[in-house]
Structure formats: C-alpha cells, structure tokens
C-alpha cells in the first residue's frame, strides 16, 4: 500500500504543476491583454500633451514678440514725438519753435495715412528688385495672421506699424536742415512726394523680399540692420541738397543764431536714446538674443560716440558743452544703426567713438569749409554718420552675432568675408544717388508750383506766427 499511496501523491503533485503552469500563463495573458489599451492610450495622451506643449511654447513666443515689437513700434514713435520734436524744437530760435515742432508733429499724422493707403505696399508688397507692388494697398491682406517672409511669430499688422515709425521718423529728420526758412504748405508737399520717391523704393530695396540690396537675396547684400542707409543716409543726403536749394537763412551766418534752449534739446536727446533701443532692438522682430545683442550695441556706440564728441571738442575749445554731449550721443545712434544686429560689443564701442569724433569735424570744419547753412545738422550728424555707419558695418559685421549669410560663412572683412565692404559702398552709392536726385527733382517741382520759401518779412517774424498764427512763448501772460 505504501507505494501505491507514494505513487498517488506523485502524480497529483504532477497535476498540480501542470495546473499552476497553465493558471500563471493564463494571468500573465489576462495582464497582457488589459494592458495593451493602456499602453496605447498612454502613448496617446503623451503626444496629445507633447502637441499641446509645442502649441504653447509657440503661443508664449509669439506673445512675447508681439508684446516686445508692439512697445518698440511705441519707442519709435516716441523718437519722433516728443524726442526728435523737442531735440530740434530747441536747437531753434524761440520764434519757430512751434513751427519746428509742427513740422515733425505732421508727419505722425501725414505719413501714417499714407502707410495704410498704398506707402506700405510699396515698401514691402510683393514686386520687382526695386519697388513693391500694389497688392497690399488699403492694407489688403495685413491682418493678424503673420507674414512669414518677415516675422513668423507677430501679426502681420504688428510688422506693420512698427515699420511704420520709421517711415514717419525718416522724412522728419530732414526738416532740421531747413528749420526757419520753408513754408508749412509747401513742406507737406515735399515730404509726400519725397516719401513715395525716395523712401519706398530704398526701403523696398534694402529690406523688401526680393530686393536688389537685400541682405537676405539681393544681387548685392548690404547690411542694414535698423536704417542706416534706409533712414539716416537717405534723409541726411537729402537735407543737404535741401539746405543747398533753399539757400541760406537771413543774416547767416554773420548773425549769430545759437539754440533757444538747449534744456529741450537735452531732454530731447535723451528721449531719443531711450527711443533708440526700440529702433535698433525691435529690429530683430523678435524678443530673443539678437533683440538683446542690438540693444547692447545700441547703448555702447551712443556712449562711446558722445565721449569721442565731448573729447574732441574740449580739445579744440577747452570746455566740454551740453549741446556737444547729446549731438555725440545721436551721432553714435545713427552710426551703429546699420550695425547694431552684427557687431559685437566691443566692435558698437568702437564704431561710436569714430562716429563721434568724425562727425564732430563734419559739422565744425566741413560745413563751415563750404559755407552751407544746415540749420540744425542734419547732415553733418545723419547723413556723415549713416555713411559712416554702413561702411563699418561692412568691417565690423561678425557671423557669432549674426551669421545672416549661413552657418560657418564670414559677414565681415575682419572677419574674413572682404567683398562685403564692396557691397556696403554699393548700397551708400544707391542711397546717395536716389537721395540727391529724387530731392532735386521733387524741390524743383515743388518750387515751381508753389515756391518753397516764406517771404522775407515772414521769416524775421518767424515760423509760428506767420505759419501757424500763435506763439510758442507768451511772456505777458506769463
């Protein structure tokens, strides 16, 4: 019996094996199978969340570009009202100080609604090498959706108005040449004919897809940042042929005809600077490095340049002047403008320091040498210094900045890329060209239809009175 019994055990210690097996394979199935629908959601609730983050990554960015490039458009605006109104607002005699002012004020008005009518088109629409076309007229098509040619991540509207600014600011700087002397009517006329003539087809140019100096496509690509051939080249250019064509004010320069108030043009000034960043920085369309490496450049060149202006000066004088300080500062300003999204802190340093220096002896020795009367400097500072700007550019541009040609190829002669000053002095002569012929064509009709000039008598009584019948001073109420 005792081997039956031993024999019966075995065999159902056998079965039970057998049926542990076969009840562990069944869980490891059962487990299996209940936890392949939770894999599968898992996997897709892990891309639904990596699509949502994507999508709120681009969402952030875009607000924060759009934000950035909204408060530069208003820096830039501010540039022209109050900066650049109170800079040559002061810089006058106290009799044209409303008529100064008024001429800068106008454009903000005037210029902006002919950006929306057909000027933004013309700037930036879709067209030749030269000129934009009309398919954005009335703002057909800006909406807030963005325009990937230029900024991806901000509404087309936003692009907009920002280039807006400085399209108002550019034709404003040229007044400083003829403050005093020019009619307010025929100023307005002037200045609309000259931005559609001189204006759009260089912004179209320079920075219009497709155009013949763009960086990015053009047959020669010439750096320009934030304007300094766009802006300061061209409106400086044309102040000097303005200054020329007008003639000279009364009694120039036998009577002397300092500055009113130098405290405007001071706190002018340094609205300007602070302006400035939205100018160079907001450049970049976009709230990221390069925003940040502009805006370092921005204030080192403006620094730099106001030292090498006040060094010159004490030097020649013996005596540093308030007015000397903030003419340097602007000087760096316009020169580092073409630079400010290539060049490295050091190279911004350098660029100020010779664009204050250089445009010290413009507007002490040059203009004094040919006898001009550019009443507030408007070319010795915008057009000497935008120039300047662009061919320096051409030297100290750096491919760690901006590798705007690809990655690995050179931007600049120090850098190695030697052709690129020859594309620099490609786009100052285009500047120059367009800029003198278009302002002589545009004076001389101008001129011819409804003369240019105030009279004699209405400019010794200044620009405020006879111009806009009120004064900016009233001492006897005061």
């Given at each position: 019996m005792c081997w039956v019994a031993k024999l019966y055990l075995k065999s159902r210690m056998k079965a039970l094996c057998a049926l542990a097996v076969v009840v562990f394979g069944l869980m490891v199935a059962g487990v299996a199978v209940a936890q392949t629908p939770v894999t599968a959601d898992r996997i897709a609730a892990l891309e639904k969340t990596a699509s949502d983050n994507a999508k709120a990554i681009a969402a952030a960015q875009s607000a924060g570009d759009n934000a950035w490039m909204l408060t530069s458009a208003a820096l830039v605006l501010m540039m022209s009202g109050p900066g650049l109104a109170l800079f040559y607002g002061g810089l006058v005699r106290k009799k044209n100080i409303l008529g100064t002012m008024m001429q800068t004020f106008a454009m903000m008005a005037v210029i902006t609604v002919l950006w929306a009518l057909v000027i933004y088109s013309l700037a930036f629409g879709t067209g030749n090498a030269f000129i934009g076309g009309l398919h954005n007229v009335f703002l057909h098509g800006v909406g807030t959706a963005p325009i990937n040619d230029y900024a991806p991540t901000i509404p087309g509207q936003t692009f907009m108005v920002y280039q807006l600014m400085f399209a108002?600011?550019?034709?404003?700087?040229?007044?400083?040449?003829?403050?005093?002397?020019?009619?307010?009517?025929?100023?307005?006329?002037?200045?609309?004919?000259?931005?559609?003539?001189?204006?759009?087809?260089?912004?179209?140019?320079?920075?219009?897809?497709?155009?013949?100096?763009?960086?990015?496509?053009?047959?020669?690509?010439?750096?320009?940042?934030?304007?300094?051939?766009?802006?300061?080249?061209?409106?400086?250019?044309?102040?000097?042929?303005?200054?020329?064509?007008?003639g000279k004010r009364l009694g120039y320069p036998k009577k002397a005809m300092p500055p009113h108030s130098v405290v405007l043009s001071f706190v002018g000034a340094c609205l300007l600077w602070v302006g400035w960043f939205g100018f160079n920085a907001g450049s970049a369309l976009a709230a990221s490095g390069l925003a940040t490496s502009a805006f370092v450049a921005t204030h080192f060149a403006a620094a730099?340049?106001?030292?090498?202006?006040?060094?010159?000066?004490?030097?020649?004088?013996?005596?540093?002047?308030?007015?000397?300080?903030?003419?340097?500062?602007?000087?760096?300003?316009?020169?580092?403008?073409?630079?400010?999204?290539?060049?490295?802190?050091?190279?911004?340093?350098?660029?100020?320091?010779?664009?204050?220096?250089?445009?010290?002896?413009?507007?002490?020795?040059?203009?004094?040498?040919?006898?001009?009367?550019?009443?507030?400097?408007?070319?010795?500072?915008?057009?000497?210094?935008?120039?300047?700007?662009?061919?320096?550019?051409?030297?100290?541009?750096?491919?760690?900045?901006?590798?705007?040609?690809?990655?690995?190829?050179?931007?600049?002669?120090?850098?190695?890329?030697?052709?690129?000053?020859?594309?620099?002095?490609?786009?100052?002569?285009?500047?120059?060209?367009?800029?003198?012929?278009?302002?002589?064509?545009?004076?001389?009709?101008?001129?011819?239809?409804?003369?240019?000039?105030?009279?004699?008598?209405?400019?010794?009584?200044?620009?405020?009175?006879?111009?806009?019948?009120?004064?900016?001073?009233?001492?006897?109420?005061?």
């Amino acid at each position: 019996m005792c081997w039956v019994a031993k024999l019966y055990l075995k065999s159902r210690m056998k079965a039970l094996c057998a049926l542990a097996v076969v009840v562990f394979g069944l869980m490891v199935a059962g487990v299996a199978v209940a936890q392949t629908p939770v894999t599968a959601d898992r996997i897709a609730a892990l891309e639904k969340t990596a699509s949502d983050n994507a999508k709120a990554i681009a969402a952030a960015q875009s607000a924060g570009d759009n934000a950035w490039m909204l408060t530069s458009a208003a820096l830039v605006l501010m540039m022209s009202g109050p900066g650049l109104a109170l800079f040559y607002g002061g810089l006058v005699r106290k009799k044209n100080i409303l008529g100064t002012m008024m001429q800068t004020f106008a454009m903000m008005a005037v210029i902006t609604v002919l950006w929306a009518l057909v000027i933004y088109s013309l700037a930036f629409g879709t067209g030749n090498a030269f000129i934009g076309g009309l398919h954005n007229v009335f703002l057909h098509g800006v909406g807030t959706a963005p325009i990937n040619d230029y900024a991806p991540t901000i509404p087309g509207q936003t692009f907009m108005v920002y280039q807006l600014m400085f399209a108002i600011i550019t034709p404003a700087l040229i007044t400083g040449a003829f403050a005093e002397r020019m009619k307010f009517s025929a100023m307005l006329v002037f200045m609309v004919l000259w931005a559609f003539i001189v204006y759009s087809p260089m912004a179209h140019m320079v920075w219009g897809v497709g155009g013949f100096l763009s960086a990015a496509s053009g047959k020669f690509p010439c750096l320009d940042f934030a304007g300094g051939t766009v802006v300061h080249l061209t409106s400086g250019v044309s102040a000097l042929v303005t200054a020329i064509y007008l003639g000279k004010r009364l009694g120039y320069p036998k009577k002397a005809m300092p500055p009113h108030s130098v405290v405007l043009s001071f706190v002018g000034a340094c609205l300007l600077w602070v302006g400035w960043f939205g100018f160079n920085a907001g450049s970049a369309l976009a709230a990221s490095g390069l925003a940040t490496s502009a805006f370092v450049a921005t204030h080192f060149a403006a620094a730099a340049a106001a030292i090498g202006w006040l060094a010159a000066e004490w030097i020649r004088s013996g005596k540093p002047s308030a007015l000397g300080g903030i003419s340097g500062a602007v000087a760096g300003l316009v020169a580092i403008t073409p630079a400010s999204g290539f060049v490295t802190p050091m190279s911004a340093l350098w660029i100020g320091l010779i664009a204050g220096v250089f445009c010290f002896f413009m507007v002490i020795k040059v203009k004094n040498i040919f006898g001009y009367d550019d009443s507030l400097d408007a070319f010795g500072v915008h057009g000497a210094g935008g120039t300047l700007g662009a061919v320096l550019t051409g030297l100290f541009a750096n491919s760690v900045i901006n590798p705007i040609f690809g990655s690995g190829k050179a931007t600049g002669f120090f850098e190695g890329n030697h052709r690129q000053v020859v594309n620099q002095l490609v786009g100052v002569v285009i500047a120059w060209t367009i800029s003198i012929v278009g302002t002589l064509i545009i004076l001389f009709v101008v001129d011819k239809l409804m003369g240019l000039r105030v009279s004699e008598d209405e400019e010794r009584e200044g620009l405020d009175l006879s111009q806009h019948g009120e004064e900016g001073y009233d001492w006897e109420a005061a």
